[in-house]
Structure formats: C-alpha cells, structure tokens
C-alpha cells in the first residue's frame, strides 16, 4: 500500500475551480493506477476520475466530464485533478486513491471502488449557489 495526502479543497462558488492535489508515498507510487472518488452528504461514493499510471487511460464520471480534469506526475508521486465550473452538486468529500502496482499494464484503469486499496483521508469540497 502507499500513504495519501490530499490538498486543495475549500469553499468556492459556483462557477469557480479548485484545483485538489494528492501526494503519494510508500511502495511504487508511480506505477499504480490512481483515482479521485466523492462522497456527498447522505449518498455513496462515486467515482470522478482515474488515471493509469502511464496516464495512457482515463475515465470520467458523465457528470465531471469537460469540467475536470486529472492528471499525475510520476517523478513527483502526485496526481491532481483540476475542477473548473462548479456546481452546488460537485459538494463532497472528495478521496484520493491508489490501487495496486500493475506494472506492465501501464494503461490499465478500473473505475470500481474494490480494485483500490489505499485511500487518503478525504478534502472538503463546497461549492455555494
């Protein structure tokens, strides 16, 4: 497993960005796929977006795409996502997450929750009307 830090969340209005970090360290950080999830008051948590370690495959959830974007630099051990034009709905907790090391499956990426095994402790991110 790998340790994960993540930064950057606040409050902003609608329309506004933020831009959330994640700093990873531990166990071959740079060669496991990583995704950010969210958890809003009273629901699941969903997926936003996930990247493979060669940043060769991403997904997007259909409610973040052309307004987020993530990406990683492996010489640095951080992933990111940019959030451009907010919404009250994009309010959550937002996770930052590893899964293991796939090594040769440079462009492999799962969106399901079970196929990560490390996990930050979560930003706050409010978006006000």
């Known amino acids: 497993q790998v340790q994960l830090v993540e930064s950057g969340g606040g409050l902003v209005q609608a329309g506004g960005s933020l831009r959330l970090s994640c700093a990873a360290s531990?166990?071959?950080?740079?060669?496991?796929?990583m995704g950010w999830f969210r958890q809003a008051p009273g629901k699941e948590r969903e997926v936003v977006a996930v990247?493979?370690?060669?940043?060769?495959?991403?997904y997007y959830a259909d409610s973040v795409k052309g307004r987020f974007t993530i990406s990683r630099d492996n010489a640095k051990n951080t992933v990111s996502l940019q959030m451009n034009s907010l919404k009250p709905e994009d309010t959550a907790v937002y996770y930052c997450?590893?899964?293991?090391?796939?090594?040769?499956?440079?462009?492999?990426?799962?969106?399901?929750?079970?196929?990560?095994?490390?996990w930050g402790q979560g930003t706050q991110v409010t978006v006000s009307s």
């Open positions: 531990g166990r071959s950080p740079s060669i496991r796929t």
């Open positions: 997450a590893a899964g293991p090391p796939t090594y040769d499956r440079r462009n492999y990426a799962s969106t399901a929750e079970s196929t990560y095994d490390s």
């Open positions: 990247i493979s370690w060669s940043g060769g495959t991403i």
